[in-house]
């Protein structure tokens, strides 16, 4: 994974502390703001594109606000040697259970942090923490890993 920093900068930052606190994440809510974050995603984020396939959900980290961040999560891929490797899972395994996983195909944080130290890390927290709860109630299945 990579994260890629924008060149715009939020105004006065607060305390690292506070900023954390005060983070939240939430799903990207109707068309306006799923282009919006399509936009952002293709202007800004090293792939240029916003595509992602099978089940989606996309998500926005918020300051006050103003958008610091946004993510998207995804059905797993099909084939990945490491993670199948690192599961210890059989083909006939991955083949059943690869709709427990979900993957975080794109993650863009918007601002320069200048001196943000933590704030990916405290948005993918926050994200990951929420997953499975909104991945649940929207494709009727859990998430166990991501």
Request: net charge positive; charged share 30%.
């Amino acid at each position: 994974m990579s994260i890629h920093y924008a060149e715009r900068k939020l105004g006065e930052l607060p305390c690292e502390e506070r900023l954390l606190e005060e983070v939240k994440v939430r799903l990207v809510e109707g068309k306006a703001e799923r282009r919006r974050h399509d936009q952002l995603l293709e202007e800004q984020h090293y792939l240029h594109n916003a595509t992602a396939v099978g089940r989606v959900l996309r998500y926005v980290a918020e300051y006050r606000g103003q958008w610091v961040a946004i993510l998207t999560f995804s059905s797993a891929a099909l084939h990945l040697k490491a993670r199948d490797r690192f599961l210890e899972w059989t083909v006939r395994q991955v083949k059943e259970r690869r709709h427990l996983i979900a993957q975080n195909s794109r993650f863009l944080v918007l601002a320069s942090t200048g001196r943000w130290p933590n704030l990916a890390s405290r948005v993918l927290k926050v994200a990951c923490a929420r997953l499975p709860e909104d991945w649940q109630r929207e494709f009727g299945t859990p998430v166990l890993l991501v």
